[in-house]
Structure formats: structure tokens, C-alpha cells
């Protein structure tokens, strides 16, 4: 457990389209390093991703979301472990990026004694 050896610290990044848990992470675990496109001050503002609201959106707005998107995608894709709820586009995206590695593909949030497998194998 990380918690237990003190000279492991992780790195962590964190694809949301809430940025404001990074700062909640950062103060329940402040010794680990967490990693997120929420640092760039274009995206530090967002609080959660609605259709509704991208209508509305500008050509600056509409490029950093993608920017953001893309960046969190290929970080994800290759991070060594993928922990994530299996309910959102982001996590299937990651998904079908990692063939090689769906041992180190974990989610979270799914129905209690339901296996990742279950759920990815119908996709």
C-alpha cells in the first residue's frame, strides 16, 4: 500500500471534466504528486461537461475542450494502470486505445460482484 511505504510516492494524473477535485486530492493526499490539464489556467474553471452549455461555446472555448480531451486521452491510454467509471466516453475511448493491457483497465462505480470483464465484453 502507498500509504505504508513512505518512499513510494505516486504520480497520479487525473482526466475530469470537474477541476475542482484536483485541489480536493491534493489536500487528502498531500504528499502524493497529482497531474492534471486542470493546472493550465484555460481549464481550471470547468466544473463539468454539458451538452447544453458546448452549444454556447466559442471557437477558443471549443478548442480548449478538445485540446484538453485529446491531451487526457493519449495520457490515459498510455498511463501504466487506467482507473476510471465505466459510464463515461472518455473511459471507452482509453478502452479500445489499450488492447494489450486490459489486465491493468479498472473501473470503478459498476454494480457490486459485477467484473470489469462483464462489462467491457458486451462492447
Given at each position: 500500500s502507498y500509504r505504508n511505504s513512505p518512499q513510494v510516492l505516486p504520480k497520479i494524473f487525473v482526466a475530469t471534466d470537474d477541476?475542482?477535485?484536483?485541489?480536493?486530492?491534493?489536500e487528502l493526499e498531500p504528499t502524493w504528486t497529482f497531474v492534471?490539464?486542470?493546472?493550465?489556467e484555460r481549464h481550471s474553471v470547468d466544473s463539468g461537461?454539458?451538452?447544453?452549455?458546448?452549444?454556447d461555446w466559442g471557437k477558443e472555448k471549443r478548442e480548449s475542450h478538445?485540446?484538453?480531451?485529446?491531451?487526457?486521452?493519449?495520457?490515459?491510454?498510455t498511463?501504466?494502470?487506467f482507473i476510471g467509471v465505466p459510464y463515461t466516453n472518455v473511459a471507452w475511448w482509453v478502452f479500445f486505445l489499450r488492447p494489450g493491457f486490459r489486465h491493468s483497465f479498472i473501473l470503478l462505480d459498476k454494480q457490486e460482484?459485477?467484473?470489469?470483464s462483464d462489462i467491457?465484453?458486451?462492447?
Open positions: 477541476c475542482s477535485v484536483i485541489q480536493e486530492f491534493r492534471s490539464e486542470c493546472d493550465d461537461f454539458s451538452y447544453q452549455d458546448a452549444k478538445f485540446d484538453k480531451f485529446f491531451v487526457e486521452i493519449y495520457a490515459l491510454a498511463a501504466k494502470v460482484g459485477t467484473a470489469d467491457y465484453d458486451n462492447w
